[in-house]
């Protein structure tokens, strides 16, 4: 079996230092989050940027200094930029790929209701429509091609997986981008095994994937894709806990669980190079 790339996602949009004390703020500690994680045995950093407060930014300067930081400490790990967000346009979502040409970048599959909600209160904490539309699709990957940076196509239901077929029939998705099988999600597919598997099902054969699970089911799912030959993603943008039940002190925690887990079921987890070679992105400074 191929070996397996682990992706760590360092921060998010959404979580906050009250939640988890180790979320990354600026881009020096997210540098310094993203270096824990590679030398845990991490491949590709999946970045949201932040403003110093915490609160989410797309100021490009931002983007700039975040990717300068983690190429200082990390100078050859996949950086891998979000570029998802609620009530901004397309022309903001995007403003900072082509500049700093990031090698691969999160690319959103489809239009969805997005949220977050407690059973235990009985209430949305938040809730809104991600808009993603065919034509909002197309000016994001057009971007991303402009750029030479990879698609990580996040997939949130099973409809995002086939959104791909169009686009790529239009000769606008490249060979080797990353089909990202998103779980858990409230207004996504719900995180069980059975809707994980229909998911890796409906991935073309032979394209890379990985599965990414939100919350504590990251790692039964992270063990299932293990078995079905993908790869998954850890973080603390995704979940906060070990699988011991103990909060993480850091991403690199947060990587060396997944690399144990991989090691008991047998996969040998990609070198950076390796995980560059698999996925045919070359790198540029």
């Not at 699709?137 to 959104?163: L, Q, S, W």
């Not at 790869?231 to 850091?250: C, I, T």
Request: hydrophobic share 40%; net charge negative; glycine share 8%.
């Amino acid at each position: 079996m191929k070996k397996l790339i682990l992706s760590a996602a360092l921060t998010g949009a959404a979580t906050t230092r009250s939640q988890c004390p180790a979320i990354p703020y600026t881009p020096k500690e997210i540098a310094e989050e993203g270096k824990r994680a590679v030398d845990a045995g991490a491949s590709i950093l999946h970045i949201h940027a932040r403003e110093d407060n915490g609160v989410p930014s797309w100021r490009l300067e931002v983007f700039q200094a975040i990717k300068e930081e983690v190429r200082n400490l990390c100078p050859n790990v996949i950086i891998n930029f979000s570029t998802g967000a609620l009530g901004l346009s397309k022309e903001e979502r995007m403003n900072h790929i082509v500049p700093t040409k990031p090698d691969m970048a999160a690319f959103n599959m489809g239009s969805m209701n997005y949220a977050i909600y407690s059973k235990r209160s009985k209430q949305f904490y938040f809730e809104g429509v991600f808009e993603n539309s065919f034509g909002t699709m197309k000016y994001v990957v057009e971007k991303m091609n402009e750029a030479g940076t990879i698609p990580e196509m996040e997939c949130f239901d099973t409809g995002h997986i086939r959104n791909v077929e169009p686009l790529r029939d239009m000769g606008l998705i490249p060979d080797n981008a990353v089909y990202s099988l998103v779980m858990g999600v409230m207004g996504g597919i719900p995180a069980t095994t059975e809707n994980l598997i229909h998911q890796i099902n409906q991935v073309p054969e032979g394209a890379h994937w990985q599965t990414i699970a939100i919350s504590r089911k990251q790692w039964q799912l992270a063990a299932v894709a293990c078995t079905m030959g993908g790869s998954f993603r850890v973080g603390l943008e995704d979940n906060f806990y070990l699988p011991n039940g103990e909060m993480a002190k850091s991403n690199g925690e947060c990587v060396e669980w997944g690399v144990k887990l991989a090691g008991m079921m047998g996969r040998e987890i990609a070198t950076i190079d390796e995980a560059r070679g698999m996925l045919e992105i070359p790198f540029r400074d």
